[in-house]
């Protein structure tokens, strides 16, 4: 069956600039993370959403960094006025059931460069 | 802060070496552990998990992990390793703190000389 795809798979932007990152999870996961992954910095957690709870927003680096989860799939990262240092690999996974205790399913991530 | 700790960032061995990662984590609550692998070219997948009952967990291609909670960890063990074993390794915790965050280590580049 089909994984979690994320797109697009590179984006270049200018410093400034906004950007949409995407997320289809598996069909009927509801629980959905989002990770940055920079060099030699493992994965560092962001933010995730279960069902219809309230997401936990606590790994957000700053307001320039906003994410939602529209009918409980497709999930939207959004940066805004981006810098340099937002660089890195950005992941998405999710989860079926209750987050928490089951695998997480990654998709092959976006790599951001903000020149 | 809650936080997970693995020891070595880079380890090089020969096929057929036996192999143990190091990870510790801090936090005092009910923790759920994970390692994770990322092959070349690959999503990153799971590899084990340790949720409750025996410490010892047994994952795919002979990979297991030990949790011993008076020290906090939680190490991956393969008794002797293949060069396809080469890549990244990522333990992860999942802690409740009224919902679930999981929180990764840094990783450990494994690689593994034919």
């Known amino acids: 069956g089909a994984g979690v795809s994320q797109s697009p798979s590179n984006k270049v932007t200018e410093k400034g600039k906004d950007v949409e990152l995407r997320c289809d999870p598996i069909?009927?996961?509801?629980?959905l993370y989002w990770y940055r992954q920079s060099l030699g910095q493992g994965l560092e957690f962001l933010i995730y959403?279960?069902?219809?709870?309230?997401?936990?927003k606590s790994g957000l680096p700053s307001d320039r960094f906003s994410a939602e989860r529209t009918g409980g799939s497709v999930s939207t990262l959004t940066i805004q006025r981006t810098q340099q240092e937002d660089s890195a690999v950005y992941l998405c996974?999710?989860?079926?059931?209750?987050?928490?205790?089951?695998?997480?399913?990654f998709g092959p991530g976006t790599r951001l460069t903000v020149l | 802060a809650q936080s997970v700790s693995q020891h070595n960032h880079h380890v090089i061995l020969s096929e057929a070496a036996s192999l143990e990662l190091g990870c510790n984590y801090s936090y005092g609550g009910t923790v759920n552990l994970f390692w994770y692998v990322q092959y070349p070219g690959q999503h990153l997948q799971l590899l084990l998990k340790?949720?409750?009952?025996?410490?010892l967990v047994k994952g795919i291609k002979g990979f297991e992990a030990e949790f011993i909670k008076s020290k906090f960890s939680f190490n991956l063990r393969k008794p002797s390793v293949q060069w396809s074993d080469t890549a990244e390794y990522f333990c992860a915790v999942n802690v409740n703190t009224g919902g679930f965050k999981t929180i990764f280590g840094a990783g450990t580049r494994l690689f593994v000389k034919a």
């Open positions: 069909s009927g996961h509801t629980a």
């Open positions: 340790y949720f409750s009952g025996d410490p």
């Open positions: 996974a999710s989860s079926p059931g209750l987050a928490g205790i089951n695998e997480q399913f």
């Open positions: 959403f279960q069902g219809n709870s309230a997401p936990d």
